[in-house]
């Protein structure tokens, strides 16, 4: 495929279909000899689709699970349950049951570019080496050096990366900088999906302007699909089409950018958005106060998980927990309640 | 001014560069090198083992020829000075023995008059033969006259010289130490490996094994093993022995390192960013744990060496380990374990300071790499 | 300078370096900034701006290599009235140790910093509170039950026996601010105190705080990086790049108008949830290394506005625009003799 049709192709086209995923993470058993195997339900029945070209944000506070997510999809982890299906171009394929040889030959359609840019880089290897990786680690094209010299300096000089520098060592280089490496790498193999898992957060204001503004034009020009996990609501609002919110778990609301930010529906969003300091000494900083703590994932409550937390619980919510509904254009919402709070958000 | 400034930018420049182009191991050493005791250290150690291995070369006399005319005779310190005056060759002055009257032993006494000059590069006539290599004659100093004897570190009872025998058995010592080391190595490697990847249950049974022969306690241990060696093996039997079993006890501690190392490294980011790169398992071991870790595995092994020296020592030291005439460490001090070796021939002791030295050399040398094993902690930062 | 109200911690021209196997590296070169009484004052930089570092001069907590210029002063003004130049006193000194932890309280990102592990949190907040004052073990033992339950620690009498490993990410914030205030300090560090929590948990933390000035007239210093943290709890900002206070002034003035050209590169670089469309504008460039500080002002490499061969050259002088408002950059002191 050329890129001019690559850009063509319809933006509501699914690149990657979500269904029921579920990761449990096992905390031993309860009783001395075996019984029942407890379980830390770190993603819990969870449902999206990401359309190819788009970039779909996951926001949530720690323990929601978001992280695992991206790294359940690109397989570091092996979901314990669901169906997570990827539209290649040759077709559909089952991220769940690939294994083995398999597995790592079908890693080159997906990539991750970590939060830390130090922690994430061999120090040991030079940043030709690194960028080089996803090419030589499994070289399915059967490239040679050169084609794979030829594709690493071509990638550099897309993520703005000093092409002389490629012989250092990651020591040398800035947080920015080598954030820039980390992108390289994810991209040199051209995947489709890439996941960004806090990919920002490490970096200074200053720098995180440039990264943003890079990842969104190398999305353009190599049409590659993001999931985006970040705490940081300014910045995933910036950068997605689409926003999903997770509450320890699960997803309690999901649309696109704009009905999530201005027309919010949960009123664990709404929280969410109402604790975001604005850089305006004149925004009157009221959040929304929440009582109490994120609940511990192994011992859910029963009910909305939120119903702890939330300012308008009612005693449906401690007994019955609240599907994904449809409030149109694509907002899907779990909450009881969800009609009143667009509501009361007018007024 | 402005050519002298531009010099030195541009020598800055290049030092950065320099800088952001060094590979771990030159990292290592630019950090290693600072490290002034550490440096020292290294030096001691690797003149300790330079000598011993070519101890034919640098020992005037094989471990086990006598001089039946110097039975315990003091070192013998080349001079250029004496009262006759200032030569620019060292001497020794030459040695006369005389029987003591009443107690009827032997006494080397040195005679002042006398000079005889030390000979470097000297072709001494007695043939050694190197490792089975070939055979020669040189060695690195002489008397240059060939009935006469020079004692650095002067003579024992049989009259051998103490010097050479504490080249030979800094040979054997660090040998014993070196075999020892990379042996429990192997096994460490494998069986450390073996836990710290796979985990779980693996892990568990391991780590479980590893504890039982850790409390086992070592000493009581080596002497009921070497205890139980036939008497009529040979000493390079008992040597091969020897350093068998200290290889197999010695491996639990460090294959606990190794386990701990991979297992904090297999949740590293860029182990996780290779595999998902699609890296093979023996890629990712082999290209991205293994040349971060080896840095801590020299450490670790520089750091094992004496406890295997000294229990080497300590087992010839009380007659379980090597046995005459072979030389060690332990067995030279075991000589010297005699009243009348302390009271009249203290420096039958001198190898002891070699232990000490070497021990503490060792211990230097791998504190100072331990800090400079991981040369990215403060630059990264 | 300005004066407005009654300057309780002033520091003056600090000058600081460390000593590192790869030369001298300087991390503040004359900083001055002075905290008023009941206030808070917002430092903001990035990394390698020295933000922390100053401050840890004011209670001697920085690291042995530190080398400290000759002018340098931290006047700390005590409840009693006295002065005391703080860098004057001799680390470990009674009087110092007396200071930290007494006059001047501490919190932290990371609660674990302030806290050990295996002592209680009741026995830690006794301990802190009878080194300071004078408190027999069950009055103080009332006094942190009373300090728990003012950061809104439910149950304190429960909670003062568990160990900080029990509590959650924010309760253990909200302990160590307890742990704090317990000591009555007048001056409150707070070293990037909400970073490491969730954005509900900061916002429930931020509003504590504010409360509690509030209420015990605290004067409070705020280190952060975030401007939308700072602008909601800060009086007055003083922004840092590279060791430098490039912009000083209320908070008002110094975000609603920016004067420095770094300023405001980073309120142009923030997302921002209100605007969702624009691209965002970034501060060109790199932070520099601190090992390649660059001569004059330290911004001139990435700023947009650098004047060739002055800014390179040469460190401009703080121009005061109001009597709230101080900017060091050679734009302003040029407008100045040009008019």
């Known amino acids: 495929m050329s890129l001019a049709e690559q850009q063509e192709s319809p933006r509501n086209e699914k690149l990657i279909e979500v269904e029921d995923l579920q990761l449990y993470f096992p905390i031993g058993k309860k009783g001395l000899f075996g019984g029942s195997e407890m379980f830390v339900k770190a993603v819990d029945s969870v449902s999206f689709d990401i359309n190819r070209g788009e970039t779909l944000g996951l926001v949530g506070e720690s323990g929601s699970g978001k992280t695992t997510v991206g790294r359940a999809l690109l397989r570091a982890y092996r979901p314990t349950g669901g169906e997570a299906t990827f539209h290649t171009g040759d077709g559909p394929v089952n991220l769940i049951t690939l294994e083995g040889k398999n597995l790592q030959k079908f890693r080159r359609h997906m990539q991750m570019i970590f939060q830390d840019p130090y922690a994430s880089l061999n120090p040991r290897m030079t940043v030709r080496d690194i960028i080089a990786e996803p090419l030589e680690a499994n070289n399915i094209e059967g490239l040679s050096k050169e084609q794979i010299d030829e594709r690493v300096r071509e990638t550099a000089a897309l993520c703005k990366l000093n092409l002389e520098h490629l012989r250092r060592f990651p020591h040398a280089f800035s947080g920015g900088q080598r954030q820039r490496i980390c992108i390289a790498r994810a991209l040199v193999g051209r995947p489709e999906f890439v996941v960004c898992d806090e990919s920002v957060a490490a970096l200074d204001v200053s720098i995180q302007a440039e990264i943003i503004n890079l990842l969104q034009d190398l999305q353009k020009e190599l049409n590659i699909t993001f999931l985006f996990i970040a705490h940081d609501l300014s910045v995933v609002a910036h950068i997605s089409d689409r926003v999903a919110v997770m509450y320890v778990g699960k997803i309690v609301e999901i649309g696109p950018t704009e009905e999530i930010f201005y027309r919010p529906r949960h009123p664990y969003t709404r929280a969410l958005l109402s604790a975001v300091p604005r850089p305006d000494p004149d925004a009157e900083f009221e959040p929304e106060r929440l009582t109490g703590e994120i609940p511990n994932p192994a011992n859910l409550p029963q009910g909305c998980r939120f119903n702890t937390r939330c300012p308008m619980v009612t005693e449906r919510c401690r007994m019955e927990e609240p599907d994904l509904r449809s409030f149109g254009e694509g907002h899907n919402v779990a909450c009881h309640y969800a009609e009143q709070i667009v509501e009361r958000f007018k007024a | 001014m402005s050519t002298s400034e531009m010099t030195n930018e541009t020598r800055k420049q290049q030092d950065a560069v320099k800088y952001y182009t060094a590979s771990q191991w030159q990292l290592i050493w630019w950090r290693f090198r600072r490290h002034k005791a550490a440096m020292v250290g290294a030096i001691v150690l690797l003149t300790m083992i330079i000598t011993g291995v070519f101890a034919e070369f640098f020992a005037p006399y094989g471990p086990t020829t006598r001089d039946s005319k110097q039975v315990y005779s003091a070192p013998q310190i080349p001079q250029f000075w004496d009262h006759n005056g200032f030569s620019l060759r060292p001497f020794v002055h030459g040695v006369t023995t005389k029987r003591d009257p009443v107690t009827l032993r032997l006494i080397a006494k040195p005679d002042p008059e006398t000079r005889i000059y030390l000979e470097f590069f000297a072709h001494t ?193 009380i007659g379980l380990g090597l046995r005459p005439p072979s030389v060690s460490w332990g067995i030279l001090l075991q000589e010297g374990q005699n009243v009348r070796a302390i009271e009249q021939a203290p420096w039958l002791f001198i190898p002891a300071a070699f232990v000490v030295v070497a021990v503490l050399a060792f211990t230097i040398l791998g504190d100072g790499l331990r800090d400079a094993a991981d040369p990215y902690q403060v630059a990264d930062k | 300078m300005m004066m407005t109200a009654e300057t309780i911690l002033s520091f003056e021209n600090l000058d600081v370096s460390f000593k590192t196997d790869e030369g001298m590296i300087k991390v503040l070169d004359g900083v001055s900034f002075k905290l008023e009484k009941g206030r808070t004052l917002g430092l903001v930089g990035e990394s390698g701006s020295g933000k922390s570092v100053s401050t840890r001069c004011a209670v001697q907590l920085n690291a042995r290599n530190i080398r400290i210029g000759a002018g340098s002063r931290i006047v700390l003004t005590e409840q009693d009235g006295t002065q005391t130049d703080v860098l004057s006193l001799k680390p470990n000194s009674r009087k110092i140790r007396d200071i930290r932890g007494g006059e001047i309280g501490m919190i932290f990102q990371e609660p674990m910093a302030s806290f050990s592990p295996v002592y209680t949190i009741g026995n830690q907040m006794v301990e802190a509170i009878r080194l300071h004052r004078d408190a027999s073990k069950k009055q103080a033992r009332e006094l942190a039950i009373e300090m728990l339950r003012k950061v809104g620690i439910s149950s304190p009498e429960q909670r003062i026996d568990q160990y900080p490993g029990e509590l959650s990410g924010g309760m253990r914030q909200r302990a160590m601010i307890a742990l704090a205030l317990s000591t009555n300090p007048n001056v409150l560090i707070a070293d990037e105190p909400t970073t490491a929590l969730d954005v509900t948990i900061q916002a429930q933390v931020l509003d504590l705080m504010r409360s509690l000035q509030q209420e015990l007239e605290m004067s409070i210093i705020f280190i952060t990086h975030d401007l939308g943290v700072v602008s909601q709890v800060a009086h007055d900002i003083a922004v840092m790049y590279l060791g430098k206070v490039v912009e000083y002034g209320s908070t008002k003035e110094v975000l609603k108008n920016p004067q420095h050209p770094y300023t405001q590169g980073l309120l142009k670089a923030l997302p921002n949830v209100d605007h969702l469309e624009d691209r965002l504008s970034p501060v060109g460039g790199d932070i520099p290394s601190p090992l390649e500080r660059p001569t004059g002002c330290p911004f001139h490499t990435r700023c947009p506005q650098a004047i060739s061969g002055l800014c390179a050259s040469s460190m401009p002088a703080p121009t005061q625009l109001t009597d709230k408002h101080e900017v060091s950059c050679h734009l302003l002191t040029q407008q100045e003799a040009a008019s």
């Open chain 2, 125 to 317: 006539g007695e043939d050694y033969d190197f490792f089975g290599l070939f055979k020669s004659d040189l060695r690195l100093f002489a008397l240059d006259d060939p009935k006469a004897k020079i004692h650095l570190f002067g003579t024992d009872d049989l009259g051998r010289d103490v010097f050479s025998r504490v080249l030979y058995a800094s040979r054997t010592s660090l040998s014993v130490g070196f075999i020892g080391v990379m042996l429990s190595f192997v096994l460490a490697l494998v069986i450390g490996g073996i836990a710290g990847y796979y985990g779980g249950w693996t892990d568990y049974t391991i780590q479980r094994g590893t504890e039982i022969i850790r409390v086992i306690p070592i000493i009581p241990l080596y002497m009921g093993i070497s205890a139980a060696f036939p008497p009529e093996w040979t000493n390079i039997q008992v040597y091969f022995a020897m350093t068998i079993i200290f290889g197999f006890l010695g491996w639990p501690t460090l294959a606990r390192r190794i386990r701990g190392h991979l297992l904090s490294q297999r949740h590293e980011d860029y182990v996780l960013a290779a595999e998902l790169s699609g890296a093979s398992p023996y890629r990712v071991i082999s290209k991205h744990m293994l040349p971060s870790f080896t840095s801590y595995i020299i450490v670790d092994l520089v750091i094992s060496f004496p406890y295997i020296i000294l229990s080497e020592t300590a087992l010839s030291f």
